[in-house]
């Protein structure tokens, strides 16, 4: 029997409510933790009130928000369906010929339009917010002040105190910014009065010093000097050189694609970056393996019994999978496994487990 559009409304709009009502709960609870846990970081810091800091919480939201939806459509999932089958709903579709792939289809349309959503809007609109966080959270919980911009001219790379700052720019780097080629470092006193200009053939980061070859050196109102090596004292080190690009969440799935080939072609490694947009890439399909692994573990419960013991199990297998998520995304950041299976290969193994697991109950 073929799904009448009536019908297949219904459905989707049950699932749709289900699905708000969990995810709204959990979005709350992240909101919440996140905010204690911001306090508790600023709680000795008398220049940080409240309004920044649920200000910097609701910035980060939208990013919180994007890592529950696969827990949002596996409990909204469980919720709905069990709550179908209870008062019978699903009972008398069965019996009018309607077989659970179809009943399925219409959730299943809107967990990938949620996905693709997710991806194509939520995403940038969620990476602006965070970059503006972390820009929140630099200033005034880790007081960091130097900072890195890769773009096709080359890098930027900015080191200050309270005494000054330095404006690195490098047209070539290598060994991930260990070794600057064509180099030139503009030195400032307090925010923008210039002192001298540094032009280096060649600089390498040592431990506290920038060690230099083929140096010209100009001032204002001085001559230019030429020396063969010349060193100037850094407090900058290759982890903090690293630690200084901007996170993947903070990048736009549409700007990905060309900052990765744009950080590639300075010499740095874009594993991460190439990680994350395969990942985003995937959240639909893992968004849709979640409502089959919900619809195992909650359409036969009228038949079988033990209602908490299948619920509590598909928590567990929830809270397995994002594990298994976890571990394989951190073995392909490591480079241990390749990019693309570490990124596809939870979407794939859990869209393959539910289609297998229900293939077998329910026409089996």
């Known amino acids: 029997m073929r799904l009448s559009p009536t019908l297949s409304f219904y459905f989707g709009r049950v699932y749709l409510a289900g699905f708000g009502a969990v995810f709204g709960l959990l979005a709350f609870l992240a909101l919440t933790f996140d905010t204690i846990e911001l306090l508790r970081r600023a709680g000795t810091r008398d220049d940080i009130g409240l309004g920044l800091i649920l200000g910097m919480s609701l910035l980060k939201l939208p990013t919180l928000a994007q890592k529950l939806l696969p827990f949002s459509m596996l409990f909204g999932g469980m919720y709905t369906l069990t709550r179908l089958t209870r008062t019978n709903e699903l009972a008398v579709t069965r019996a009018a010929g309607v077989s659970v792939w179809q009943f399925l289809a219409p959730t299943l349309i809107i967990a990938m339009l949620i996905g693709i ?19 929140l959270d630099a200033k005034y919980m880790r ?87 010349y060193s100037v004292p850094t407090t900058l080190t290759f982890s903090r050189i690293n630690d200084s690009f901007a996170s993947p969440d903070t990048l736009s799935f549409w700007a990905l694609p060309g900052f990765i080939s744009t950080l590639e072609n ?35 419960l009228t038949r079988r019994g033990g209602t908490g013991l299948l619920l509590v199990g598909g928590v ?43 293939f077998h109950l329910e026409d089996g």
Request: charged share 15%.
């Open 143 to 229: 007081g960091r002040t130097s900072s890195l911009a890769v773009s096709t001219a080359g890098l930027w790379l900015r080191e200050a105190d309270r005494d000054g700052q330095v404006v690195i720019h490098a047209l070539r780097v290598a060994k991930q910014g260990v070794e600057l080629n064509d180099a030139i470092f503009f030195f400032y006193e307090g925010s923008d009065r210039f002192v001298r200009r540094i032009d280096a053939r060649v600089a390498w980061l040592r431990d506290g010093a920038w060690d230099m070859e083929g140096v010209l050196i100009s001032s204002p109102d001085r001559s230019a000097q030429t020396l063969t090596t």
């Open 316 to 358: 567990f297998v929830g809270f397995l999978l994002y594990f298994f998520s976890e571990l394989v995304l951190a073995a392909g950041q490591s480079g241990t496994v390749p990019v693309s299976l570490a990124a596809w290969s939870p979407a794939g193994v859990s869209l393959l487990l539910g289609m297998a697991t229900l």
């Open 117 to 135: 959503a997710t991806v194509t809007v939520i995403n940038p609109i969620g990476s602006a917010l965070l970059s503006r966080y972390e820009l």
């Open 266 to 300: 300075a010499g740095f490694s874009a594993l991460r970056h190439r990680l994350y947009l395969n990942s985003i890439l995937a959240t639909p399909f893992l968004l849709c393996a979640m409502v089959l692994i919900a619809a195992t573990f909650s359409l036969r």
